[in-house]
């Protein structure tokens, strides 16, 4: 089994691999800071360019805008989010004129800037074009957006005269105030300061798995189901640093970095995939109750992990791929993060089929399984909820910082549980492993490698039981020197040592060459 997890981390490291691969071959968006100068030709006459959601009274749009005078005029649209605006003629089948005249009638307050030296408040202005001397219109002016509460602003060029065509070099600044968070978009101000803290906290929280898995390996305990979640938690760690220098760098300069992005959430969903991996052997009862899966167990689970791990990773290819920033928002509001929201749901019935079928043979692990079992329910139940209810009941410009605050509290709680129940302690009275690591290996390939059901049962794979670690389970130590009873006068007994009839313990009968020392319970 140790080699079977061996190769699932290889296979997700692999996963891992393609995630890196495309991200790095992904064009982002600037869809949440200042634009860049940038080139637009295009044949349309109606464009989406970007959205912000902008903090009422303080929000600020500059602009630059240069074109060819013969594309004169050019209007740039202003629309926010309410529905009879930027959803009523985003991908609709209005016409460009309809489109524009959504901000003329009684809706609209000074939404359309028409670019044309001819028009007051435009900034416009005929100028020679630094490169090739041709006469260029140049428009360099900013607005100021007051509104009552937070809105999503979506902006947009067109040109619906019979030329049509599109041509121009831009660069848009979106600003909130002049603050710290000038760069930052209103929906996700104070996510940098939330991914810093939950950073520090899966540092500490790495240092103690360190120090668990050090304990662990001291005693022999250190399983394959441990060394997966070490995994998930230095994988979750590298995707906190990669968020806090996206979201650092942006802070301070308004650029986005959609490539760093799209490599911490991979880091990230890679990560939930080991932590999922390692709850589900959990559940199985690997190496807790047994040393190798069942046949049927195995199946069950290689079946879910597939499903899930294909499934995740489709749906973070399609949302890096086919993302449209003009409809949705963030990553639970698209169908691929609806689907993500139905693997938890999914997640949580394997788990309790799992658990109910490892308590049925091992019903004195109940225990451990009980607290675990209502830990993670809870834990793979109420990510959805919360997501659901963001959805449908919170401010849009509210949904991003709370779904990632709520997301990572779940997460750093779900991991530090596990080297909490894990941890070898006198205080821990459900400590899972009461086999060592050397001794999770059937000797019979007929044998499922259950493990006993006490501490010293004699199973099928050792002639001896298992002692438990004494330093946790206060146990009395074994005495320092060999100890031996009185060989038996029994004539047939083949040089084979028995107890003697007044021991006051039952005693394991051991082959007379054998130096170990005798158990006694």
Same mark, same amino acid.
């Given at each position: 089994?140790?080699?079977?997890?061996?190769?699932?981390?290889?296979c997700?490291?692999?996963?891992?691999?393609?995630?890196?691969?495309?991200?790095?071959?992904?064009?982002?968006?600037?869809?949440?800071s200042?634009?860049?100068?940038?080139?637009?030709?295009?044949?349309?006459?109606?464009?989406y360019?970007?959205?912000?959601?902008?903090?009422?009274?303080?929000?600020?749009l500059?602009?630059?805008?240069?074109?060819?005078?013969?594309?004169?005029?050019?209007?740039?649209?202003?629309?926010?989010?309410?529905?009879?605006q930027?959803?009523?003629?985003?991908?609709?089948?209005?016409?460009?004129?309809?489109?524009?005249?959504?901000?003329r009638?009684?809706a609209?307050?000074?939404q359309?800037v028409?670019?044309?030296?001819?028009?007051?408040?435009?900034?416009?202005?005929?100028?020679?074009?630094?490169?090739?001397?041709?006469?260029?219109?140049?428009?360099?002016?900013?607005?100021?957006?007051?509104?009552?509460?937070?809105r999503?602003?979506?902006?947009?060029?067109?040109?619906?005269?019979?030329?049509?065509?599109?041509?121009?070099?831009?660069?848009?600044?979106?600003?909130?105030?002049?603050?710290?968070?000038?760069?930052?978009?209103?929906?996700?101000?104070?996510?940098?300061?939330?991914?810093?803290?939950?950073?520090?906290?899966?540092?500490?929280?790495?240092?103690?798995?360190?120090?668990?898995?050090?304990?662990?390996?001291?005693?022999?305990?250190?399983?394959?189901? +441990?060394?997966?979640?070490? /995994?998930?938690? #230095?994988l979750? @760690?590298?995707? %906190? !640093?990669? =968020?806090?220098?996206?979201f650092?760098?942006?802070?301070?300069?308004?650029?986005?970095?959609?490539?760093?992005?799209?490599?911490?959430?991979?880091?990230?969903?890679?990560?939930?995939?080991?932590?999922?991996?390692?709850?589900?052997?959990?559940?199985?009862?690997y190496?807790v109750?047994?040393?190798?899966?069942?046949?049927?167990?195995?199946?069950?689970?290689?079946?879910?992990?597939?499903?899930y791990?294909?499934?995740?990773?489709?749906?973070?290819?399609?949302?890096?791929?086919?993302?449209?920033?003009?409809?949705?928002?963030?990553?639970?509001?698209?169908?691929p993060?609806?689907?993500?929201?139905?693997?938890? +749901?999914?997640?949580w019935? /394997?788990m309790? #089929?799992?658990? @109910?079928?490892? %308590? !049925?043979? =091992?019903?004195?692990?109940?225990?451990?399984?009980?607290?675990?079992?209502?830990?993670?329910?809870?834990?793979?139940?109420?990510?959805?909820?919360?997501?659901?209810?963001?959805?449908y009941?919170?401010?849009?410009h509210?949904?991003?910082?709370?779904?990632?605050?709520?997301?990572?509290?779940?997460?750093?709680?779900?991991?530090?549980?596990?080297?909490?129940?894990?941890?070898?302690?006198?205080?821990?009275?459900?400590?899972?492993?009461?086999?060592?690591?050397?001794?999770?290996a059937?000797?019979?390939?007929?044998?499922?490698?259950?493990?006993?059901?006490?501490?010293?049962?004699?199973?099928?794979?050792?002639?001896?039981?298992?002692?438990?670690?004494?330093?946790?389970?206060?146990?009395?130590? %074994?005495?320092?020197?060999?100890?031996r009873?009185?060989?038996?006068?029994?004539p047939?007994?083949?040089?084979?040592?028995?107890?003697?009839?007044?021991?006051?313990?039952?005693?394991?009968?051991?082959?007379s060459?054998?130096?170990?020392?005798y158990?006694?319970?």
């Amino acid at each position: 089994m140790r080699k079977l997890a061996m190769t699932q981390t290889g296979c997700m490291g692999a996963m891992l691999l393609l995630f890196l691969i495309n991200c790095s071959f992904t064009s982002g968006k600037y869809i949440r800071s200042s634009l860049p100068g940038d080139t637009l030709q295009t044949r349309l006459n109606f464009v989406y360019l970007t959205r912000f959601c902008l903090y009422s009274d303080i929000g600020v749009l500059r602009f630059k805008v240069r074109f060819p005078v013969e594309y004169t005029p050019i209007r740039l649209l202003l629309y926010f989010d309410e529905p009879g605006q930027w959803p009523a003629v985003y991908k609709t089948n209005t016409t460009c004129q309809e489109k524009v005249n959504v901000l003329r009638g009684p809706a609209g307050k000074n939404q359309e800037v028409i670019l044309d030296p001819g028009e007051a408040y435009s900034g416009c202005e005929l100028k020679r074009h630094p490169v090739d001397n041709s006469t260029v219109v140049e428009c360099v002016s900013h607005r100021q957006f007051g509104t009552i509460r937070e809105r999503w602003w979506y902006i947009a060029v067109s040109k619906c005269e019979s030329f049509g065509n599109i041509h121009m070099e831009y660069n848009l600044t979106l600003l909130n105030g002049d603050g710290f968070n000038k760069h930052i978009s209103a929906d996700e101000t104070f996510i940098l300061e939330t991914d810093i803290g939950f950073l520090i906290c899966f540092f500490i929280l790495l240092i103690a798995v360190a120090m668990v898995a050090y304990e662990l390996a001291q005693r022999q305990y250190l399983h394959s189901t +441990f060394e997966l979640y070490i /995994a998930a938690v #230095v994988l979750q @760690v590298i995707s %906190l !640093v990669l =968020y806090v220098a996206a979201f650092g760098s942006y802070n301070a300069d308004g650029f986005d970095k959609p490539t760093v992005r799209n490599v911490a959430h991979g880091f990230e969903i890679t990560s939930d995939i080991f932590f999922i991996v390692t709850v589900m052997l959990f559940s199985q009862g690997y190496t807790v109750t047994r040393g190798r899966l069942s046949a049927a167990g195995a199946i069950f689970l290689a079946g879910f992990l597939m499903l899930y791990t294909l499934t995740y990773l489709i749906c973070f290819l399609l949302e890096v791929s086919q993302h449209d920033s003009g409809k949705v928002l963030y990553f639970y509001e698209a169908v691929p993060g609806l689907i993500v929201v139905g693997l938890k +749901f999914l997640s949580w019935l /394997a788990m309790s #089929v799992s658990v @109910v079928t490892t %308590l !049925v043979r =091992y019903p004195e692990k109940i225990t451990f399984y009980a607290p675990f079992y209502i830990f993670f329910t809870v834990w793979l139940l109420i990510t959805p909820i919360i997501i659901l209810m963001a959805i449908y009941h919170i401010p849009k410009h509210f949904r991003a910082k709370l779904v990632n605050g709520v997301l990572l509290g779940c997460t750093f709680f779900a991991y530090a549980y596990v080297v909490i129940i894990t941890r070898p302690g006198a205080l821990n009275k459900n400590f899972p492993f009461h086999i060592r690591t050397k001794q999770t290996a059937p000797a019979d390939d007929d044998d499922e490698g259950h493990f006993v059901h006490h501490a010293y049962e004699v199973n099928s794979v050792f002639s001896v039981g298992v002692e438990r670690d004494t330093h946790y389970m206060n146990l009395a130590r %074994l005495p320092s020197a060999p100890v031996r009873p009185a060989a038996s006068s029994d004539p047939h007994s083949n040089g084979i040592n028995t107890p003697t009839s007044n021991s006051p313990y039952p005693v394991l009968a051991l082959p007379s060459s054998s130096t170990d020392e005798y158990i006694h319970e």
